[in-house]
């Protein structure tokens, strides 16, 4: 109707006013707004972490210490894959970890599969040392057709060997690659491939598909920068933490070492097909003191595997733990040595000489005097859920329980009666 107006025999057309044309848009049906300006906004978080993130995340925290950077990176890649937002046809992560020894490069690794899958040995490990000749590689992919041992032996990279830790609810591989830096050019090449096109080609052929799979890389390049870089600290001889803020920070200076020396190391083609490369920071006091306890926990489980017993140690003892086992040089591992030989070899000793039954409860002190560690027993005949309880360890269920304790009573009894003999 409107059209029939505009058109009207008599009437003069004006085409230089453009009412005509808005009375023709009003006829058409209006196109709904994206956007009302009267409805509710609301302001995302793009730094949350989701769920499934959040739990690897905590149980990073709760077995690495002081390598906050190579969590935060480790749980990032992590929670791309989970958005099925990682690149098509390559890993889910490529990681170079760099740094001095003993700071926990290969623990995260396995601590992330223990985590994911319920297995600290749910790592398929390739020692790099083992590869330094070229002909070597054939132990990874398989000797080709028509060489000695072609269908004798089994390559270390095989699709079966990728998927043999997965799980109903996480389908994916862990693969290390530790001290890539001592193996030779032929496996870095062959690395290529399977960084960027999540492929490797066995001798017979057959492919294998790294799409579902974390690659980490372990590396000490530029320990020796590192070590000059470290300055002792105080207490037990850690390294000093850099202060927040500070510019030129002892961190930051070992970062550039590590990731100067493998770009020296590696060709540029190598680098650039990493996703993150992660330089772990020396162990300070603090930190030593942390996986101080970790490691007695995991000495408690390995107790509780045979003759379940408690102890515990006075903070007389911890300090002399962390003085023996504490140093820049060695990080953590030096410190498991201290472990295994002033508590393990001692306990491992009261235990074959009948001393420590199962149910007692040791205390643990160091006598300055005697220059060594004390060992008293202070209680016996514990209950396994109490001992359970107090450790702080996820025990059995009920039923196993009542089976231990019907165990613990009847040898308790037996060694009365040899003894009342």
């Known amino acids: ?105 290969t623990r995260a690794v396995e601590a992330t599969a223990e985590t994911l899958v319920g297995d600290p040995r749910g790592v398929v490990k390739i020692d790099c040392a083992e590869f330094q000749h070229s002909h070597e590689i054939a132990k990874l992919i398989g000797s080709p057709p028509g060489y000695l041992g072609h269908r004798e032996t089994h390559p270390l990279l095989s699709q079966e060997v990728l998927a043999q830790y997965h799980t109903d609810t996480v389908q994916i591989s862990f693969v290390l690659f530790d001290e890539i830096e001592k193996a030779s050019d032929s496996l870095w090449n062959l690395l290529l491939g399977i960084l960027d096109k999540a492929t490797l080609t066995l001798g017979d052929n057959r492919r294998v598909d790294f799409s579902q799979a974390m690659i980490f890389m372990t590396s000490n390049l530029g320990a020796k920068e590192m070590e000059s870089l470290m300055s002792p600290g105080m207490g037990f001889q850690g390294v000093a933490r850099a202060k927040p803020g500070e510019d030129a920070s002892l961190a930051g200076r070992i970062h550039s070492a590590g990731v100067g020396a493998a770009r020296k190391k590696f060709t540029p083609e190598f680098m650039n097909r990493l996703d993150k490369v992660v330089v772990f920071e020396p162990l300070g006091d603090s930190e030593l003191r942390r996986i101080l306890d970790l490691e007695l926990d995991q000495v408690q489980e390995r107790i509780f595997q045979g003759t379940p017993f408690l102890f515990r140690l006075t903070e007389g003892a911890k300090d002399h733990l962390l003085r023996q086992g504490a140093d820049a040089k060695y990080g953590a591992r030096h410190l498991k040595r201290a472990i295994e030989r002033l508590l393990v070899y001692p306990i491992a000793n009261l235990i074959s000489s009948e001393q420590v039954r199962a149910g007692d409860l040791l205390e643990i002190d160091w006598s300055a005097a005697d220059d060594e560690m004390a060992f008293e027993l202070v209680d016996e005949g514990l209950p396994v859920y109490l001992m359970y309880r107090q450790a702080g360890i996820d025990g059995p269920d009920e039923f196993e329980l009542g089976n231990a304790t019907a165990r613990l009573d009847a040898e308790s009894r037996s060694i009365r009666s040899f003894e009342q003999r």
């Open 1 to 105: 109707m409107e059209h029939q107006e505009l058109m009207k025999p008599g009437t003069a057309m004006n085409w230089g006013d453009p009412s005509h044309l808005r009375a023709a848009d009003s006829s058409q049906k209006e196109v709904p707004k994206l956007h009302d300006a009267g409805a509710r906004t609301q302001k995302l978080d793009p730094s949350r972490t989701g769920r499934e993130a959040s739990v690897l995340e905590r149980g990073l925290k709760k077995l690495i210490v002081g390598q906050d950077q190579a969590i935060e990176q480790i749980v990032n890649v992590y929670q791309i894959h989970l958005a099925g937002m990682n690149c098509l046809g390559r890993p889910v992560g490529n990681f170079l970890f760099l740094g001095p020894t003993g700071t926990g490069k």
